[in-house]
């Protein structure tokens, strides 16, 4: 289908690589990968025609159609989801009107033993069963399902683009690729800006799909579900592996085992031609064997070992300060938002030094337990911190509050403290700042750099007690290893809010599951939790829920009853109730973020209106009379969505 031969490409007369050679075929689910910088994305590009390569081909056969994802793009603003959405069908009708040109050429023409008659027919039958493929003009509802498939709800499909955040505009222009069909996806990222639930329906559809893969993915579980072949950038070249990922992980490692032998009885070759040469150089009868020793010497071909870069893979970070034995204790700890109970009961105790998981589906009170411990929100029972706790806490929003005009290197330099500062290169390095990057100002980082940088900052504070919130989201597997690596020799205490399976496997001792309105207590590592929920993976806690909830809140309970009627309701049934229930679950999540947010401001008004300074200052009664109101609307969306999860 696409075949590249001698492609090379060069950067200000910097290879990035060259004479690479490979061929794509249908039904191929490749993974491209390497390290930062190795070019999968310029590879990308250039196999999609957005991009010329500095020499070299790229052969497309014909009729064949290429879509690519880029990470950035820019986005319409224009439409509505639906009509967005409906500009992948644009072709349909050019595609029809083809098939009609060809057919009446076909009733025009008498000479049916032809070469020519047979080859129109051929391409009568081609185009015609790409029109059926492509659904004809039946298309809505495969592209409803894509749209549901993607996050959507139906609700959704009218709403102008605008109003949506730049990670579901890209769920938008994710859907119009792939409702187009091509005979070859090239996907770059494309589970940047997706949930969980989306992600494994991308996983089943591309599985399922006609067209060939190429996709750059940091999620390893998501290339081995979708992958059958693993294509990696290495030192300028790259090597085909027909096997999966983790297969290309340990034929990787043999490979790399092999070339350094190679290698070091090469260097011990050259070492002994190098010693001949000088120690008979001068000497007359010699001469022919060391010249012919010079020959040897000159047309030897270096060896390469692929790139590894251990310049900081074992990072130690310095012991922190001594916390009590409890940093955290939780006693019949209760938050409610109006008539609401996110959880009740809560008993629990953080042992200084364990490592600990918080996880759920959605809008359980994870993220409000940990405001809860930050001292944030209010809440009823007690909440204890232990003595000398120094926490450090790593939110959604973290990377947007770093200082722009601070380069990299200054941004750490800051906050490290003592040998540490010497190894700040190495650090920088480890989570893909090296070179030249550790001078970028931080303004002009990407999303996924700020978060990375923002993680190394925390890391190297002085705090004894780290809450980590998906800290994963943008990092890849190289620096998800390095980051876990660095949390295991933390000498205090951690609690990570996550559903990745691979970062939280050996890394944490307990699990705390949240759903229907209680916290409840699994000791062991993330596996032993699975196991004993009978479930593969953490994505099925947002599909399911919590089993053993018991039936103090209402609303969990009624919208779980269906799913335990399994066997009266078919399985699509029982999917769109889950779609459902999880797009009301996360509008009272949004609602109860803002009231808490409007709580917090009216609080510190108070405060501010107690004093006789404030009492004197008129802008203050205004701006609290603004915030009761803005409080009392907040309130009154939030009592409207959970009547509607109620229901």
Same mark, same amino acid.
């Given at each position: ?72 793009? %820019? ?12 500009? $992948? ?29 047979? $080859? ?11 029109? &059926? ?30 109003? #949506? ?21 090239? *996907? ?24 060939? /893969? ?33 297969? #290309?992980?340990?034929?990787?490692? @043999? ?33 022919? &064997? ?24 074992? !990072? ?25 109970? /996110? ?14 998981? #918080? ?10 337990? %940990?405001?809860?411990?930050?001292? @944030? ?18 939110? &959604?929003?973290?990377?947007? !509050? ?55 900052? *925390?890391?190297?504070?002085? %705090? ?10 943008? *990092? ?126 009216? $609080? ?18 205004? &701006? ?6 803005? *409080? ?16």
């Amino acid at each position: 289908m696409l075949s590249v031969e001698h492609l090379s490409v060069e950067f200000s007369a910097r290879p990035l690589f060259s004479d690479v050679s490979f061929v794509i075929n249908k039904k191929d689910r490749i993974a491209l990968v390497g390290k930062n910088g190795a070019g999968k994305s310029t590879l990308l590009k250039i196999l999609s025609g957005h991009q010329e390569p500095t020499s070299g081909t790229v052969s497309v056969q014909n009729d064949i159609t290429i879509g690519y994802l880029p990470q950035v793009m %820019v986005l319409s603003d224009e439409h509505t989801v639906m009509q967005e959405a409906e500009k $992948a069908f644009e072709h349909i009708s050019e595609m029809q009107e083809s098939i009609e040109r060809l057919n009446n050429q076909l009733a025009e023409r008498t000479d049916y033993e032809s070469a020519d008659y047979m $080859a129109l027919v051929d391409r009568f039958t081609h185009e015609s069963e790409r029109f &059926q493929m492509m659904g004809g003009m039946n298309y809505h509802a495969e592209l409803e399902r894509t749209l549901q498939g993607l996050g959507f709800s139906t609700s959704d499909f009218d709403r102008p683009t605008k109003e #949506f955040s730049g990670g579901w505009r890209m769920r938008i222009e994710l859907a119009k690729l792939l409702l187009r069909r091509p005979d070859i996806l090239l *996907l770059d990222e494309p589970t940047n800006h997706l949930d969980i639930e989306s992600i494994r329906w991308l996983e089943k559809f591309l599985s399922h799909s006609a067209s060939a /893969v190429v996709l750059v993915s940091h999620d390893r579980a998501f290339i081995n579900n979708v992958t059958n072949r693993t294509l990696e950038i290495s030192c300028g070249k790259i090597t085909d592996y027909k096997v999966k990922y983790d297969e #290309f992980m340990k034929l990787r490692a @043999e490979r790399r085992e092999q070339q350094l032998r190679a290698y070091e009885n090469q260097q011990k070759e050259i070492a002994d031609i190098k010693d001949f040469i000088e120690r008979f150089r001068y000497k007359p009868t010699k001469a022919v &064997q060391v010249q012919s020793r010079i020959k040897q010497l000159e047309k030897i071909v270096p060896i390469e070992v692929d790139e590894v870069d251990n310049s900081c893979l074992h !990072l130690k970070f310095p012991p922190c300060s001594r916390s009590g034995d409890y940093p955290v204790i939780c006693d019949e700890v209760e938050k409610s938002y109006g008539g609401h109970c /996110v959880f009740h009961n809560v008993n629990l105790t953080i042992k200084r030094g364990e490592k600990v998981a #918080f996880v759920g589906k959605n809008g359980e009170g994870k993220s409000t337990l %940990v405001k809860c411990i930050m001292g @944030e929100i209010p809440y009823t029972g007690t909440l204890k911190l232990g003595h000398n706790v120094e926490i450090g806490y790593y939110a &959604q929003n973290q990377a947007q !509050l770093l200082d722009g005009e601070c380069t990299v290197f200054d941004t750490i330099d800051r906050v490290a403290k003592g040998d540490i500062r010497l190894k700040i290169r190495d650090i920088l390095g480890a989570f893909m700042f090296g070179g030249e990057a550790s001078d970028k100002k931080v303004k002009v980082l990407s999303g996924g750099e700020r978060s990375r940088l923002a993680m190394i900052k *925390l890391l190297l504070e002085p %705090v004894n007690f780290l809450i980590l919130d998906e800290p994963t989201n943008h *990092l890849d597997m190289r620096t998800k290893d390095v980051l876990k690596e660095a949390i295991l020799s933390f000498d205090g205490t951690v609690i990570v809010v996550s559903h990745d399976r691979d970062f939280l496997d050996g890394l944490v001792s307990k699990v705390y599951e949240f759903g229907g309105g209680q916290v409840r207590e699994h000791i062991g590592g993330i596996y032993d939790f699975l196991q004993k929920k009978e479930m593969e993976s953490l994505d099925e806690l947002h599909a399911t829920g919590s089993p053993s909830a018991n039936t103090t809140n209402s609303a969990y309970s009624n919208s779980t009853q269906p799913q335990m009627s399994e066997g009266k309701l078919s399985y699509e049934e029982r999917k769109e109730q889950a779609k459902t229930r999880r797009k009301l679950e996360k509008e009272v999540e949004r609602c109860e973020t803002e009231v808490s947010r409007l709580e917090s401001e009216k $609080a510190a008004l108070e405060a501010k209106l107690a004093t006789p300074e404030g009492a004197a200052d008129t802008a203050l009664f205004s &701006q609290y009379g603004q915030i009761q109101q803005d *409080l009392s609307q907040a309130e009154d969306a939030w009592e409207k969505a959970m009547e509607a999860l109620g229901e």
